[in-house]
């Protein structure tokens, strides 16, 4: 008998099935189980159920071989998690106020019944609960420590490309929305071309490569600048403290050196030739982070259909120079 059904499964279900395969509630263990519970995977599903059907309880190595743990950390799940336990922790915290209340209102009345001293016993009892309660607070504060520490964790993890390590569309937005938009804050939007056939010639998995390859290359041949990743093949470039033109050259540099490479597949030893970018590059100059983005990617259109492997800077277009032939580096 298998543990999901048809309908969403809350995070009481979800702990309830760590609990019932005697899994610890880490952030990885209730990711696994909603995912279990409420993802759309039927041959995930498929694999879980042949382990657990009959009332066999999963180990946490068989949870860590079906899902490894950094395809565990799915963003709303964890958020699920840490709310019930900050959910948990406050419950603990009003019923220690309450208890303490009590016996506050308990030996408040004591005192006004017996204004002799009759009430000593009492009121020691009372301050032995306070200490308790100092204690348990004490505790709730540290769990509170812990959980803002994971918020801060996952806020880092959904600000990241998974794939390539570099910060994402969405934090190049925040980043872009805090910049002073001077004359010498510059963006850059960088393509990588054909990559869309190199996926169907060869596979995913070598564009895949390819794409770490060249956020690599973007930031060594951009030092003290923001790379990101925008989607796909495209990288975005945010450089600070540099004027338009400065801009346009370190981009122009850093594409040529990309398409000086000849590239050839790992495990084919294919050529894929020399692979080119193209690239826009427009100044902030006080525009919104949403028009300045649109007006790059307009510069790498133009680039693009220039020919590709050429960087449009606002008003102007560089091409540049193609790659010899020659033996090929082994890297996609």
Do not use: W
Request: hydrophobic share 40%.
């Amino acid at each position: 008998m298998t543990d999901h059904n048809s309908q969403s499964q809350g995070g009481g279900k979800v702990l309830a099935f760590l609990d019932r395969h005697r899994l610890s509630h880490t952030p990885d263990h209730y990711s696994f189980a909603h995912e279990y519970l409420n993802g759309d995977d039927q041959d995930f599903r498929a694999k879980v159920d042949g382990v657990i059907d009959g009332g066999a309880r999963l180990t946490p190595a068989q949870v860590k071989r079906f899902r490894p743990s950094s395809t565990l950390r799915l963003l709303a799940p964890q958020i699920d998690h840490i709310t019930l336990r900050v959910l948990d922790v406050v419950s603990d915290a009003l019923e220690t106020v309450s208890d303490l209340n009590r016996e506050l209102i308990v030996a408040s009345a004591a005192l006004l019944d017996s204004p002799d001293g009759g009430a000593g016993p009492l009121i020691a009892t009372v301050l032995e609960r306070a200490e308790n309660a100092e204690v348990r607070f004490a505790e709730a504060a540290r769990q509170a420590r812990n959980i803002r520490a994971e918020l801060t964790a996952l806020q880092t993890i959904g600000q990241h490309d998974p794939l390539t390590g570099l910060i994402n569309q969405a934090a190049l937005d925040e980043r872009l929305a805090a910049e002073p938009g001077s004359q010498r804050t510059c963006v850059a939007l960088v393509d990588i071309d054909g990559l869309r056939g190199i996926n169907e010639a060869h596979s995913a998995e070598v564009g895949d490569r390819l794409i770490k390859i060249v956020a690599r290359d973007l930031i060594d041949q951009c030092p003290g600048h923001v790379v990101a990743r925008s989607e796909g093949g495209t990288f975005a470039i945010l450089a600070s403290d540099i004027d338009l033109a400065a801009a346009g050259k370190m981009v122009t540099r850093a594409c040529e050196a990309f398409g000086a490479r000849d590239m050839r597949v790992r495990e084919s030893n294919q050529p894929l030739g020399h692979v080119t970018l193209s690239a826009g590059v427009v100044a902030v100059r006080g525009r919104e982070a949403k028009a300045v983005l649109a007006a790059a990617n307009d510069q790498l259109q133009r680039a693009k259909q220039g020919g590709r492997n050429r960087v449009a800077v606002e008003s102007i277009v560089v091409g540049l120079a193609g790659g010899a032939d020659g033996g090929g580096e082994k890297a996609p």
